[in-house]
């Protein structure tokens, strides 16, 4: 098992950026796929972005892709999402987690066995 815990969000005018990171603690941290999930208030929990356990392969949700980036660290065990272009409808608690399923980049919530208690994102003028 790993303990994830997200820092970074908060209030953010439309078209501005803010980065996002998850610092993980416990098991070896190249033993999983990382991710990004969000979830808006009535809404479901949906996938973000997702980066393989050495960082060579990644994957974004299409509403994402070109705004967002994500990273991660091994040496420091974290993981990282650079957001661009904030739109109000990228408002929500952001959630990390990690997956063990290592021979397949999964952007499924089900494959994911540890997450972090999330934090919020909030794009607003």
């Known amino acids: 098992q790993v303990q994830l815990v997200e820092s970074g969000g908060g209030l953010v005018q439309p078209g501005g950026s803010m980065r996002l990171s998850c610092a993980a603690s416990?098991?070896?941290?190249?033993?999983?796929?990382m991710a990004w999930f969000r979830q808006a208030p009535g809404r479901e929990r949906e996938f973000v972005a997702v980066i393989s356990w050495s960082g060579g392969a990644t994957d974004y949700n299409l509403s994402v892709k070109g705004r967002f980036a994500i990273s991660r660290d091994n040496a420091k065990n974290t993981v990282d999402l650079q957001m661009n272009h904030l739109k109000p409808e990228d408002t929500a608690l952001y959630y990390c987690?990690?997956?063990?399923?290592?021979?397949?980049?999964?952007?499924?919530?089900?494959?994911?066995?540890?997450w972090g208690r999330g934090t919020q994102v909030t794009v607003s003028s």
């Open positions: 416990g098991r070896t941290f190249t033993s999983y796929n």
């Open positions: 987690a990690a997956s063990t399923l290592l021979r397949v980049l999964s952007i499924r919530a089900e494959n994911f066995q540890d």
